[in-house]
């Protein structure tokens, strides 16, 4: 349905329901016919709100109109953005699902609109939705085929209860909603059922009451009462004269309840506890009804809840456990050859898109891999969301892969419309123990996907148990790591940042290692988020402070240059009462100048609470400390941060610019993000920089500051002391600012930006610098040369003075345009005369057309991007028109010729020069030809002709012509009209002159 437009931003406002905005009924009958026309697989919900008349009448209008708003406005968040909300009449909606056929795919779907549809309103009142479902073509493929389907099933979810939804099908017995005639007798007893009544038999008599005082009993038994009056359906109403029967037999007294599925009297199914009481054997049995159906209806909302997750509708992970071992069970005790496998994935920084795009968006993309993973799921096959973007999925690979499916679900999820790359890493448990249990295997999947997590050349990994031999649990990093600091097993290591265009370094991270005597290294990966867990970190990066303050001590002591270093602390440690001055403590223990040091703080602390956060940033400014924060753009930050938080320096995360995507969108979103930094005069350092490639971008985009393999990995303490002992340093500083003048996204790729911009970018293109009235070509392309013509080499035009082509003129105004350009940041055009003169050629002057804009600023220098187009032989041919034009006014009036141009569907005149200073005409004039005839210049007597001359005009006379005496002189004047028509053979304009005709 890529044909088909969004239909949630319609413009008409007449498509729309007034109230709750969605499409009205007329709408949506277009809507569905284009849907259908070319018998695409689509579904069809009819949905309609449980016991709306009820709450109406409790609540309010007011309460109700505002609960259809919210529904509607919780489907639109919920939903794909060209699926189709229509509101069909009261709290009944049509909603149209596209492009939709596989029935697990539709259930999801359903699954997920039933929770939307479910809101909690005052004095505890819970609604819920009944669903009933078409689809196209199997339904039907117009409009009236598919909403009566779809509503006949919905009335069959009602009846089950309501909060749950059918799919319609062709031998659906409609006869249960067939109501019986009332008699009046029938409604007044009926409307005292629909209240808890209370029904007294009598066994003497063996008649109904329907209470001790009605004195008009009914001959019928209750249960055909029931059924004939529409009450309930033919099973309900055996099972409840069955009940009936066995209790009138009993030879005791008996007391026994039960629930019944009832019609009140609107057909609504509503659950009713039915009481049965029989005190005296022989005497009278009293039939209780209590109206249960609120209670019933959120013992089941609370049932499912238990059982799906309430975003979309895929089993919670013990349900799902539960799935899985009971289809390995029957796999086992039947003996089936079948093999399966756990698959767990979770996205690569999708906390990075809920920051950037906003959690409803977040949220359309987990329901999307939702969607998908049910369309690749087989029969006696699961899938579950365990929480946030974390999903797993218990599959069949007798006949596929787990790969397979894993490539298959990378190549829809990565179809999904957001301007980043979706992606994730999977681990395989392949089961081979059946009689583990379902817990078991999932931890086994988890761990594997553990191992690959954040790679971008990896996506996927079997577990197997040398993964769990090779990695320390829990309670052994536990039990080891208070030892580990008292006898500092952890070391640090320092890596160098550099400046790219000085090769100069400007400051260092340290990093912690954990080297065991007996293991080795042990991964941070690994340790660190144990730590976090268990408190532990903050021991450990106070530790790592201390021991940064002392190596500075020694390198003061030992006169060695010196750097800020920067110390990392997450948000357990700034939520700590006491963090800064435990910093200051150790920092005046070692009697270290604040200005070496810098804290760096996680990404996680930052979006952790701004009020608190800034108020430690404050803490830390008063002592003098620099304020990093890492990883910026990597998961968790939003873009607030740069506003909300007072920090000094971010830090770039490299992820953006990953070797595997085939986008170059990372790119921009990194320039992005660098020029909002330097708007903040907000230094920015880029971390995880491997090629060359990569610094280079990042230097055009105005970020010099690099860390990362291209220059250095982390050091040991005495390698580091060794490299700054001979190597030159110096500052952290903003850069240039650049300034957003491309929204071309391959103008962003660092590893061809060169080529697109000077060899491939339509138009001649120069970058040249602006400073102090003078004006330096940086880099030119082949079109520029091309455009201005006499065989000039970029060599001529960057070695040489750009002005020396133009005169004092010229020259003012080309100067101005740069100045307007800088004072206004907006693009500037200007049109300069140039004498180009070139050894091989001679001399020439050309007239350049020059659009400018500055892109970069830094100290008083300006870098412009400028576009250019020789305009010359336009200049030309438009003073020769200029001149034909001065020559046709001369003969104009030498023949006493006055013309103008008439557009049809408008009903507009222009008028000629001569017309408007002879008769005072306007430049333009509408609905032609009133003006002319109120004018008096067609006296009346001709006003009823002329007005006959521009319908038939209109008709399509090619030419018309008559005399007509013209002005209220009544001049005779020869007046013709020639049609002018389109390629269809369409009138479009007619050109009328009026000649004076001379006796």
């Not at 040991?716 to 957003?740: F, N, T």
Request: charged share 25%.
């Amino acid at each position: 349905m890529s044909d088909l437009p969004n239909l949630h931003s319609r413009s008409n406002d007449e498509d729309k329901d007034i109230l709750t905005g969605a499409l009205n009924k007329s709408s949506l009958y277009t809507v569905v016919n284009k849907m259908t026309a070319n018998n695409t697989a689509h579904a069809f919900i009819s949905l309609d709100l449980d016991g709306f008349k009820n709450l109406n009448s409790t609540l309010g209008s007011s309460s109700g109109n505002q609960l259809l708003v919210n529904v509607v406005a919780s489907l639109r968040r919920g939903l794909r953005r060209n699926d189709v909300i229509g509101r069909i009449d009261g709290d009944e909606f049509f909603i149209c699902i596209s492009d939709v056929s596989d029935i697990s795919a539709i259930t999801r779907i359903a699954k997920h609109i039933c929770v939307l549809a479910r809101h909690s309103l005052p004095n505890g009142i819970f609604t819920s939705a009944s669903l009933g479902i078409a689809r196209s073509p199997h339904n039907g493929t117009s409009f009236n085929e598919l909403y009566s389907t779809a509503h006949t099933a919905m009335r069959s979810a009602k009846k089950l209860g309501g909060n749950c939804f059918v799919f319609y099908d062709d031998s659906t017995d409609t006869s249960l909603y067939r109501n019986s005639s009332y008699t009046e007798i029938n409604e007044r007893k009926a409307r005292k059922y629909e209240y808890n009544p209370l029904i007294i038999y009598d066994c003497a008599s063996d008649t109904f009451r329907l209470s001790p005082d009605d004195t008009a009993p009914d001959a019928r038994p209750i249960w055909q009462f029931m059924k004939e009056s529409g009450f309930a359906s033919n099973d309900t109403a055996e099972a409840f004269r069955q009940k009936f029967e066995e209790i009138r037999a009993s030879d005791k007294p008996v007391v026994y309840f039960t629930e019944y599925l009832l019609n009140d009297l609107q057909q609504m199914p509503r659950w009713y506890r039915v009481g049965f009481i029989y005190p005296v054997v022989g005497q009278t049995i009293s039939v209780t009804f209590t109206d249960i159906h609120d209670e019933i209806t959120a013992k089941h909302c609370l049932e499912r809840m238990t059982e799906y997750d309430e975003l979309t509708g895929l089993m919670n992970r013990s349900m799902f456990c539960r799935i899985a071992e009971y289809e390995l069970r029957k796999k086992d005790e039947t003996a089936q050859s079948d093999s399966y496998a756990m698959i767990y994935f979770d996205i690569i920084r999708f906390k990075a898109i809920n920051d950037m795009f906003g959690m409803t968006e977040g949220d359309r993309l987990l329901i999307f891999i939702a969607d998908i993973i049910c369309q690749l799921l087989g029969s006696n096959e699961a899938g579950c969301r365990i929480g946030s973007d974390r999903f797993v999925v218990f599959i069949k690979t007798t006949e596929r892969k787990p790969e397979e499916y894993i490539e298959q679900l990378l190549d829809h999820i990565s179809q999904y419309d957001l301007p980043v790359e979706i992606t994730f890493n999977a681990g395989i448990y392949a089961i081979d123990n059946v009689k583990m249990s379902a817990d078991a295997m999932l931890d086994r999947a988890i761990l594997a996907q553990a191992s690959i997590k954040g790679s971008y050349t990896v996506r996927y990994c079997y577990y197997n148990e040398s993964l769990r031999s090779d990695m320390l649990t829990e309670q052994e990093i536990v039990g080891m790591m208070a030892i580990a600091l008292i006898e500092e097993h952890f070391v640090i290591h320092y890596q160098p940042q550099y400046n790219h265009s000085t090769g100069m370094i400007t400051g260092a991270e340290a990093l912690v290692r954990w080297m065991h005597p007996e293991r080795g290294l042990i991964s941070p990966g690994l340790f660190i988020p144990i730590f976090e867990r268990n408190g532990f970190i903050t021991k450990l990066d106070l530790y790592v402070f201390e021991h940064v303050c002392r190596f500075i001590r020694k390198c003061l002591d030992n006169h060695l240059p010196l750097i800020p270093i920067s110390v990392n602390f997450s948000r357990h440690d700034i939520f700590q009462p006491d963090f800064v001055e435990k910093l200051e403590e150790l920092r005046s223990k070692h009697d270290v100048p604040v200005k070496y040091m810098r804290i760096e703080i996680t990404e996680s602390a930052i979006m952790g609470g701004s009020k608190h956060t800034n108020e430690i940033i404050r803490k830390l400014h008063h002592y003098g400390y620099i304020v990093e924060m890492d990883d910026f753009g990597s998961g968790y930050s939003s873009l607030n941060v740069l506003k909300d938080i007072e920090l000094d320096i971010i830090k770039l995360d490299m992820h953006f610019l990953a070797e595997k995507s085939d986008s170059n969108r990372g790119g921009t979103i990194l320039s992005s993000i660098v020029r909002m930094a330097k708007w903040l005069s907000l230094p920015v350092i880029a971390e995880g920089v491997e090629t060359i490639e990569q610094a280079d971008f990042l230097r055009s985009i105005g970020c010099d500051c690099v860390q990362g393999f291209l220059y250095s990995r982390p050091l040991s303490e005495e390698k580091y002391e060794r490299l700054i002992s001979g190597s030159s340093v110096g500052a952290v500083v903003p850069q240039m600012r650049l300034i957003e003048v491309m929204n071309a996204c391959d103008f962003w790729n660092p590893n061809s930006q060169e080529t697109l911009i000077f060899s491939n970018y339509v138009g001649g293109a120069a970058i040249f610098d602006y400073h102090n009235g003078t004006v330096e070509v940086l880099r030119v392309n082949k079109k520029y040369l091309q455009e201005l013509g006499m065989n000039l080499s970029e060599k001529e035009i960057i070695d040489g003075d750009p002005m020396r082509f133009f005169d004092a003129e010229n020259t003012k105004i080309y100067i101005e345009t740069l100045e307007r350009a800088i004072a206004t940041g907006e693009e500037q055009e200007c049109e300069t005369w140039r004498n180009i003169s070139s050894s091989c050629c001679g001399n020439d002057q050309i007239c350049i057309r020059s659009t400018v804009r500055m892109i970069g600023e830094s100290n008083g220098s300006h870098l412009f991007y400028a576009m250019i187009r020789n305009v010359t032989a336009e200049k030309h041919h438009f003073a020769e028109i200029l001149e034909n034009e001065r020559r046709f006014k001369m003969a104009s009036e030498q023949v006493n010729i006055y013309y103008w141009e008439y557009t049809i569907a408008t009903k507009e005149m222009r008028p000629c020069f001569r017309c408007m200073r002879d008769l005072g005409l306007p430049p333009l004039l509408t609905n032609y030809p009133e003006p002319a005839i109120e004018r008096g210049i067609f006296p009346p007597e001709v006003a009823d002709m002329y007005r006959d001359w521009h319908r038939q005009v209109a008709e399509g006379v090619p030419e018309l012509e008559a005399i007509i005496p013209l002005t209220p002189d009544r001049i005779p004047f020869r007046v013709r009209y020639t049609t002018e028509f389109d390629e269809n053979g369409h009138p479009v304009k007619a050109y009328g002159s009026a000649a004076l005709i001379v006796q």
